[in-house]
């Protein structure tokens, strides 16, 4: 977690705790209002819509990196209102230094990837200052998510915020919306290949038209958020996530000490036969009825669900929209079946465990506990690994041209 607090700043909202964080949350949540969504989202299909039409020109593209620069440009316009080219290439590629530094080993040494991290993050704080700089100075209008923090500023009632926690969180925002929606853009591609769902949504999608998209016309494609959510289903982007047991307590029998870490597998919940028939089987019908609680974790659940998970649905839905709609597709991938490989080993490992932990003395309860550190120690550099390695096989999504 230090390095993280490095890397986005102790500011960051990943990185606080207890009521901090709930500030934080709520600050944050409030951003995301009808009117800024709608415009986010009419920026991000004319985007999508600028890239598919390059595409026509294009023998291959990959589905990610196109991906990766429209999610980012959307979501920095919608923070920042930066759309120049030149400024949005340069913090990308700052943006990216940090990303690969979080799951780095965090060795300040120069020539390291944490240290390229670190010297990334100074160049985007000392950015993000001067812009606010500039909005301090100037009497111009933006409707963006710096504005509204700026703004908030002025307000008697409310509890100032500092620069720091202004630009830890915008970072955040950049880190934590990026990588995720492009990759399960990316992910989403693959399976519609691969199982024809597009055939059937091309009929769903004609109605639509030319007008760009608004929250209000995504919300009536109930069969397009179905694709949209088996999708993230299936790719599980954030596989894990770890809680610390702030109480001793007791769940399912299993008796958890205060301060041990706690790990919610998403994937094995994802991928597991009771929840999910047919688990590898990608059917976004399952969603048509409702499922049990907790059973869907692609953001999280609880005091921490992602906040930005009306907007990653919202961005998945225009591209697959676009995608059907306006360009004949033929998705060229290669995707080894490593990832499945080590979704059911990791699956397989988690279920010896369980059954290990029958016993609930004290000395069975330590075994457990040690054997969890050792389990988890590996599971961290298995998802070093495997995330690397994930990234390594979406790169071939491709898309190529039909004539
Ligand atoms: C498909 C895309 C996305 C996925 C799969 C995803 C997934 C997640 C998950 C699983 C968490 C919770 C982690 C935990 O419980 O510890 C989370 C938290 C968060 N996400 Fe997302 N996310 C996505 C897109 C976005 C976007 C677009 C934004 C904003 C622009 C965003 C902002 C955040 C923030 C700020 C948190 C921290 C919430 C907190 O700590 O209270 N995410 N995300």
């Known amino acids: 977690m230090r390095s993280i607090a490095e890397l986005l700043g102790d500011q960051s909202i990943l990185c606080l705790s207890y009521q901090n964080h709930k500030f934080m949350r709520g600050i944050i949540s409030n951003l995301f209002t ?11 299909d004319e985007l999508v819509i600028r890239t598919m039409a ?13 991906a990766m620069k429209i999610t980012f440009n959307a979501i920095c316009k919608m923070l920042i209102s930066l759309d120049q080219e030149e400024e949005l290439e340069a913090l990308q590629k700052d943006v990216s230094e940090i990303s690969e530094a979080m799951v780095a080993f ?13 010297k990334a993050r100074e160049r ?34 409310e509890e100032p915020l500092s620069d720091r926690q202004i630009e830890d969180n915008i970072l955040t925002l950049i880190i ?11 992910w989403m591609v693959k399976y519609l290949d691969e199982n024809q769902q597009a055939k059937q949504l091309e009929l769903q999608f004609k109605f639509t038209g030319n007008a760009y998209l608004k929250l209000e016309t995504l919300s009536e494609m109930s069969y397009a958020s179905k694709i ?18 702030l109480r001793d307590c007791q769940i399912e029998g299993f008796h958890i000490k205060k301060g041990w870490i706690v790990n919610v597998d998403a994937r094995s919940i994802h991928y597991d036969p009771m929840l999910y028939a047919d688990p590898f089987e990608f059917n976004p019908s399952r969603f048509d009825v409702e499922l049990k609680a907790c059973s869907f974790l692609a953001f999280g659940t609880g005091g921490r669900t992602c906040l930005g998970i009306n907007l990653a649905k919202a961005f998945m839905m225009v591209f697959l929209h676009r995608l059907v709609t306006t360009y004949r ?21 988690s279920n010896r465990h369980a059954s290990i932990d029958e016993d609930h003395s004290l000395e069975a309860l330590w ?3 040690s054997g969890l550190a050792r389990q988890f120690a590996g599971f961290v550099l298995e998802f070093r690994q495997s995330s690397v390695e994930m990234r390594q096989e979406i790169q071939l999504v491709k898309i190529g041209s039909v004539p």
Not at 106 to 118: A, E, N, S, V
Not at 332 to 342: L, V
């Open 34 to 44: 009808s009117n800024s969504m709608d415009s986010a989202i009419k920026n991000f």
């Open 54 to 66: 390059e595409w026509q020109q294009k023998e291959t593209a990959v589905v990610l990196n196109d």
């Open 106 to 118: 965090p060795l300040k040494w120069p020539g390291t990837r944490f240290f390229r991290g670190i």
């Open 124 to 157: 985007v704080m000392k950015a993000l200052r001067r812009k606010i700089d500039m909005r301090r100075r100037s009497s111009d209008y933006y409707e963006d998510f710096l504005q509204s923090l700026l703004a908030r500023n002025d307000m008697q009632n």
């Open 176 to 186: 934590a919306g990026q990588i995720t929606t492009a990759s399960a853009i990316a």
């Open 228 to 245: 949209v959510k088996e999708s993230l289903r299936m790719a599980t982007i954030v596989s894990w996530f770890p809680r610390v047991a």
């Open 329 to 349: 597709s033929s998705v060229d991938y290669h995707i080894s079946i490593g990832i499945r490989a080590w979704s059911s080993r990791g699956m397989a490992e």
């Open 367 to 369: 075994t457990a506990h």
